[in-house]
Structures are given as structure tokens and as C-alpha cells.
């Protein structure tokens, strides 16, 4: 039994993603910034894997719709992405949880490559769609880093007792 308080789980929640928020806008030159991976997506994914009864659709739709005011995209943009991407993968936890690391990043790579498809098609309708092959390139890298996102996780989850 922990002595720590209840809301304690809470806060490294939120704070893992001020990090990824911090993560997201910290400014890259123009020839990596194609490569920076969906910090906020991973951390929603992962956060939906590991504790889902916390976790979820309203979360995604909360940390996506600061993300559009961040950004000044369509107000909902990332908010519908994220919610969609929260979903699938509360609906999918339990099989995702018992996949080896590899085919886990595999589905990353198919949650986070949705999720920028919805931007690019919701991008494309109101007329500011970008018109290169390295708009996917975030998909990869996000399914690259998976495994040390995970592990980092995981290990601060156990260590703050986070359920």
C-alpha cells in the first residue's frame, strides 16, 4: 500500500504531457523538423495502453484541442484526431498490451499515420494541405522511438506508483 496521495497518479499524467507539449514546440531547423516525432500522440497511446479507465477519448479530445490553439490549425483539428486515435487504442488495449515491442510499434506507426491522415484530409478541405512525401515521415520516427517511449514510461509509471 502507497502512502502517496490519490491525485498524485494525476499529475504525472498531465505532467508527461507538458513534456511532450514542450517536446512538440520546441523549435527544430527545417531539415529536421520534418523528422520530429507525434510526442503528444505517443503519450496519449501510451497512456491509453497502460491505464484506460484514466485515460481516454475525453483526454485525447482535451490534449488535442489545446494543441489547436497552440498551433492556430482549425479549431478541432487535433482534437478529433486525437480523440479517434484515444479511441482505437482503448478499444485495443488489451490486445495491443500482450503484442511484443515490435508489432507495437507497428500499430503505432498505423495509429500515428491515421492520425495524420485526418489532419491531411481535414487540411485538404479547408485548403492548406501540404503536397510532399515527407508530411509521413513523423509516422516513422514516432514508430522508431515507440520502444524508449515506452520503456521511460513504464519505468516513471512504477516509480510514482501511477494506477
Known amino acids: 500500500m502507497s502512502n502517496r496521495p490519490a491525485a498524485h497518479g494525476g499529475i504525472i499524467i498531465w505532467l508527461s504531457f507538458g513534456v511532450a507539449f ?5 523549435p527544430l531547423p527545417e531539415t529536421l523538423q520534418i523528422y520530429r516525432p507525434e510526442w503528444l500522440t505517443l503519450l496519449l ?9 484514466r485515460v481516454g477519448v ?20 487535433h482534437a478529433l484526431t486525437l480523440s479517434v486515435v484515444a479511441y482505437l487504442a482503448y478499444k485495443l488495449h488489451i490486445r495491443i498490451r500482450l503484442y511484443p515491442l515490435l ?36 509516422s516513422l ?23
Open 58 to 77: 475525453f483526454t485525447g479530445w482535451l490534449v488535442g484541442f489545446l494543441l489547436d490553439v497552440h498551433m492556430g490549425s482549425v479549431l478541432g483539428l
Open 45 to 53: 497511446i501510451y497512456w491509453c495502453l497502460a491505464l484506460p479507465h
Open 103 to 138: 508489432q507495437q510499434s507497428l500499430i503505432i506507426l498505423l495509429l500515428v499515420a491515421l492520425s495524420q491522415m485526418l489532419v491531411l484530409w481535414i487540411s485538404g478541405v479547408t485548403g492548406n494541405a501540404p503536397g510532399n512525401w515527407s508530411y509521413w515521415m513523423p
Open 141 to 163: 520516427t514516432s514508430m522508431v522511438v515507440w520502444p524508449w517511449v515506452f520503456f521511460l514510461m513504464r519505468a516513471i509509471r512504477r516509480l510514482y506508483g501511477v494506477n
Open 22 to 26: 514542450i517536446l512538440t514546440m520546441i
